[in-house]
């Protein structure tokens, strides 16, 4: 359906209508017409003619209204929000009484619109209206909240505004009524009503909102009111927030090691370490809170002395147990107000120390996780700098909560928030490398609400100390998320079944691995005696979830790869060669140690495949330490991973890489790719007798789209290996001469086996035979070098370059 065509000059009649209406007073079905049609034509309206203003002052009429109904109020509202021409003096004209009905109205219109002049001519009203007008009261501290946040500007200028607002709050805070006087009636006395404690007790001191009463008087509200507004009051009036950005070079490709530091840099040993600065942080952004001005000392008192009662109340028992939560809610409240204030005065921090090891204490015995993150709020703002505290205590007291209650969302979405907040701190400790295992158990139950934000901090938790520990938990989060499944629901998390059910007994050394809670086993756990364990417990969880595996698990094994890629390039930035060397080294022995699962198993083997690449492009010469790990990843990789390997050994073996890749090393992984290129023709031609399937590689293809097309299947694949591995004998040969007669005969062999490949494998090795035959030239050719390197992959998609070769080697 099309938009109906609107003309600005049919605007006059509606409003003409709507003002008639209004008149009439008509608050009904009419009114709610015509408001709907100066809706459709707020865009054809000009700003400075004379019916734009006359519709203001309807829409601030109709807004004030206790007869307008919710559906015009809101129309007039986002009308309103539109406006950007209005003048003040319309609404001081409307609103110059504090009459219950207009101020609610005037809330509202505060709320939408963004220009601060309007808020600006109401706070001398606003002051006035606190002082002698009690429904105004009570609506003005209803919205102050928000006001705040949208204007806090405007505030923080009025300095005789803020005095007023904080000068009524320290008397509704300090004297509000402890007994209540009831009027009596013909048939009742008057009588007086005492406030009490949640216990039932008599009241002490002053009234809190942990004070109960049968009624409560007006400024017991305000009171109540006033308590829940101050930590927004300081936060927005008294601190400036900003968002610092930085640079944590994730996305940047790393810089090669010049090369005649290549060779000190790789001999070094462990002394290197993953740097990581203040100047080389790894979190993109952070919020810092700068103090803008001091509190008034009568202001600060009072909120020192209402909020330490408050702590105190709040470790009284209630007579009713639903008050227990308000309890912990109202404590919370106040240590988070403290900590507002200790950043205002640092003064204030040694007084409040003793009170937070109070509250630890309770949060244990209580086991609150949300008063043990408040804890640790303030020990991070205040306390970790001081050489004299030691916070290891609040951090172990806390995350040993968390890792008991990390099935709770709201504790999850808690735990996630205070590491975001504070990790530009905790960075800078080892609070992060020390507790990762509660971290990893919230997001493993939580893998698809909380992939986002681990992903953010993912790069804060990668420490020196557990860099390769990090690598084996992400690639085990599916086995955490189904061990914890297993916990909450086998027999109501009781391990000791485990024990004597003799069907799984077998995964005992499993369970306690997944779920230990401190880190430190840094080697592969997964070695020939436990990877049959792995294996097995795959097989039991498929059979009970009937062949699938729970929807939970299958969303861990999802987010792998996204974490991988963040966690390989956190590495790739800041690794040194000997970290490298380690982590490369586990990455071969786990490509293929994971869980059978398809949407687990293939991506994570991709990744890992690719990032090896990046890893040797970094730092060549791991093709001599990780020797060992090349040729044992030959047997029983996929024609992928193949790829890569035989590439990275064309690439990268040679003396000029470095100097311990000598004639010896040539020839052993060149005798390797030969005995795996005759008994891949061997396999390749026994399968084609029995199943001719190569017909569509007979031909080469004319462009590289045709080409893509073709390299879908599994027989292209082939090509791509045997293509990877005529580079490769060229390459080897050309740098050990020795080896170009050998050479000549493999690449031979494969020209004559053109019934099995195209004509395209075929004619790469054809040139490459052209060109060993002039070894000079194959040494130009096929030599390693920095600057410019042979890339297989580019040959195969355009060929002109070597046709050119080809050309040359021929005259």
């Not at 808690?414 to 400790?429: H, S, Y």
């Not at 035989?646 to 040539?666: A, H, Q």
Request: hydrophobic share 40%; proline share 3%; with cysteine.
């Amino acid at each position: 359906m099309e938009r109906p065509k609107l003309a600005s000059k049919d605007f006059a009649k509606v409003l003409s209508n709507a003002i008639t209406i209004f008149q009439s007073g008509n608050r009904g079905r009419e009114m709610l017409d015509e408001i709907r049609k100066i809706f459709l034509y707020q865009f054809t309206i000009k700003k400075k003619s004379k019916s734009y203003k006359q519709l203001i002052k309807l829409l601030l009429n109709l807004l004030q209204d206790p007869k307008s109904s919710n559906k015009i109020k809101s129309i007039c509202v986002h009308l309103l929000r539109k406006s950007t021409g209005m003048k003040t003096s319309l609404v001081d004209s409307s609103f110059s009484e504090s009459n219950g009905d207009k101020l609610l109205a005037l809330m509202d219109l505060l709320h939408v619109i963004k220009d601060g002049s309007v808020l600006q001519s109401k706070l001398s009203q606003f002051e006035s209206w606190l002082q002698r007008d009690l429904i105004a009261c009570e609506l003005i501290l209803t919205n102050l909240n928000q006001l705040i946040y949208s204007h806090s500007n405007i505030f923080r200028d009025n300095s005789s505004t803020i005095e007023t607002i904080e000068r009524q709050m320290t008397t509704w805070l300090k004297t509000a009524s402890l007994v209540i006087e009831q009027s009596g009636t013909f048939w009742r006395k008057d009588t007086q009503i005492s406030t009490v404690e949640l216990d039932g007790s008599r009241y002490k001191d002053f009234f809190t909102i942990l004070n109960g009463s049968q009624v409560y008087a007006a400024d017991q509200v305000y009171n109540s009111l006033s308590f829940s507004l101050i930590r927004s009051w300081l936060s927005n009036i008294y601190f400036k927030t900003s968002e610092i950005s930085e640079d944590s070079n994730l996305d940047q490709t790393p810089q090669q090691t010049p090369k005649e530091n290549r060779k000190e840099s790789e001999t070094e040993t462990n002394e290197k370490t993953i740097q990581i600065n203040e100047e080389q942080k790894l979190s993109l952004f952070y919020f810092q809170k700068t103090p803008l001005s001091s509190l008034k000392s009568e202001f600060r008192d009072c909120l020192i002395s209402y909020c330490t009662r408050v702590i105190e109340q709040s470790d009284i028992t209630p007579v009713e147990k639903k008050d227990k939560a308000f309890q912990k809610v109202s404590a919370l409240e106040s240590l988070r107000i403290l900590d507002e204030l200790c950043s205002l005065d640092k003064s204030l921090v040694s007084r409040f120390t003793p009170l937070t090891k109070k509250l630890l204490d309770k949060s244990n015995s209580n086991q609150d996780v949300f008063l043990a993150l408040g804890v640790l709020d303030f020990v991070c703002h205040h306390l970790m700098g001081n050489d004299v505290f030691d916070s290891d205590p609040y951090f172990e007291s806390c995350f040993s909560i968390i890792s008991e209650k990390y099935y709770d969302s709201l504790v999850a979405f808690e735990t996630m928030n205070f590491v975001i907040e504070n990790r530009d701190i905790l960075i800078r400790t080892t609070v992060f490398s020390d507790h990762v295992m509660p971290i990893l158990r919230v997001v493993a139950w939580n893998p698809q609400t909380l992939a986002s934000e681990f992903v953010e901090i993912l790069p804060s938790l990668i420490h020196p100390t557990n860099y390769l520990e990090i690598f084996h938990l992400i690639l085990d989060l599916p086995l955490l998320t189904a061990s914890l499944e297993w916990k909450l629901f086998y027999e109501g998390g009781n391990f000791s079944s485990i024990e004597s059910d003799s069907k799984l007994q077998e995964f005992r050394v499993l369970f306690n691995y997944i779920m230990r809670r401190e880190v430190g086993t840094f080697g592969n756990f997964w070695n020939s005696s436990t990877l049959p364990i792995f294996t097995n417990f795959f097989d039991f969880l498929m059979k009970f979830h009937r062949k699938t595996l729970s929807p939970r698990v299958i969303q861990a094994c999802v987010i792998i790869p996204a974490l991988l890629d963040i966690y390989f390039d956190v590495i790739l930035c800041y690794g040194s060669y000997v970290q490298v060397k380690e982590l490369v080294s586990n990455m071969f022995e786990r490509f293929h140690q994971l869980i059978p699962f398809e949407r687990y198993e293939l991506p994570v083997q991709n990744i890992i495949s690719v990032k090896i690449l990046a890893f040797f492009e970094q730092y060549p010469a791991l093709i001599v330490d990780l020797k060992d790990h090349l040729i044992s990843s030959i047997s029983g990789s996929s024609v992928d991973f193949l790829v890569n390997i035989f590439w990275l050994i064309g690439e990268y073996t040679s003396p000029k890489v470095d100097e311990r890749c000598d004639n010896k090393m040539i020839f052993e992984f060149y005798d390797l790719m030969e005995t795996f290129t005759f008994e891949k023709l061997l396999q390749l031609k026994t399968e084609q007798s029995e199943n001719k399937t190569l017909e569509n590689l007979k031909t080469e293809p004319k462009t590289p789209l045709e080409l893509s097309k073709i390299l879908s299947n599994e027989e292209a694949q082939n090509s791509r290996l045997f293509t990877t591995l005529v580079f490769s004998f060229s390459k080897l040969a050309a740098r050990d001469h020795e080896l170009i007669p050998r050479a000549l005969l493999t690449l031979t062999k494969i020209v004559l086996s053109k019934d099995v490949f195209g004509d395209f494998v075929v004619s790469r090795a054809q040139e490459c035979v052209l060109i060993l035959k002039n070894p000079s030239l194959a040494s130009a050719v096929f030599e390693w070098d920095t600057q410019n390197k042979w890339n297989p992959f580019l040959l195969v998609e355009n060929s002109d370059g070597f046709n050119c070769l080809h050309q040359v080697s021929t005259n």
